[in-house]
Nanobody, 117 residues
């Protein structure tokens, strides 16, 4: 019911910044929570941040103070502003949205973030 398309990944040096975008289409009015996971090779998937329909946010300890999650309802788009990037932030980042009464989870296709030293 909800399609998610990610963009904004790339290669940056330590200390640089990137902004990831996740554009939603379909029944966007029914989205309760949106957020970002990341996964690096050989590591468990990590919940990076999420934002609720009421605007509440939560961040992993590893990114607090550096990343900011936000949304633009008019554009049906969620953002992850990533500042002061570190090599350990290197991963594929996936956006998600929980939709509807049964909270079906939709996923973006993933975008690669690589931070070099």
């Amino acid at each position: 019911q909800v399609g998610l398309v990610e963009s904004g990944g790339g290669l940056v040096q330590t200390g640089g910044s990137l902004r990831l975008s996740c554009a939603a289409s379909g029944s966007t009015f029914r989205i309760s929570v949106m957020g970002w996971y990341r996964q690096a090779p050989g590591k468990q998937r990590e919940l990076v941040a999420y934002i609720t329909s009421a605007g509440g946010t939560n961040y992993a300890d590893s990114v607090k103070g550096r990343f900011t999650i936000s949304r633009d309802n008019a554009k049906n788009t969620m953002y992850l502003q990533m500042n002061s990037l570190k090599p350990e932030d290197t991963a594929v980042y996936y956006c998600f949205a929980d939709v509807g009464i049964t909270t079906v989870r939709s996923w973006g296709q993933g975008t690669q973030v690589t931070v070099s030293s």
